[in-house]
């Protein structure tokens, strides 16, 4: 089995900064591409960021220039640096991940739990 761990949500003014966290654990072979998505109440998951393994980011406009993807493979952990948050941040951030497990062919998607991120105005 495999279990994505997520770390760092939080409470925060707007302005602030948080930095999420989400580490992989499990009979892991492999991890390809890594992204955050959130979802706000009564919306849609949409993706916020994502890194492919070979490090090429994309964000969602909404966040671009505010917020950094990053992953540490060795530690099969990736990160979100969340700068100059606004009200319209809030929301529950999940993180995802491609993976191939040990004696497995396929790559098979994976979510974490969610982590509430709010900011106040």
């Known amino acids: 089995q495999v279990q994505l761990v997520e770390s760092g949500g939080g409470l925060v003014q707007a302005g602030g900064s948080l930095r999420l966290s989400c580490a992989a654990s499990?009979?892991?072979?492999?991890?390809?591409?890594m992204g955050w998505y959130r979802q706000a109440p009564g919306k849609q998951r949409e993706l916020v960021a994502g890194?492919?393994?070979?490090?090429?980011?994309n964000y969602a406009a909404s966040v671009k220039g505010r917020f950094t993807i990053s992953r540490d493979n060795a530690k099969n952990t990736w990160y979100l640096q969340m700068n100059s948050l606004k009200p319209e941040d809030t929301a529950v951030y999940y993180c995802?991940?491609?993976?191939?497990?040990?004696?497995?062919?396929?790559?098979?998607?994976?979510w974490g739990q969610g982590t509430q991120v709010t900011v106040s105005s």
């Open positions: 499990g009979r892991i072979l492999s991890i390809g591409d």
């Open positions: 890194i492919s393994s070979g490090g090429n980011t």
């Open positions: 995802h991940a491609e993976l191939k497990m040990l004696r497995e062919l396929a790559w098979n998607s994976y």
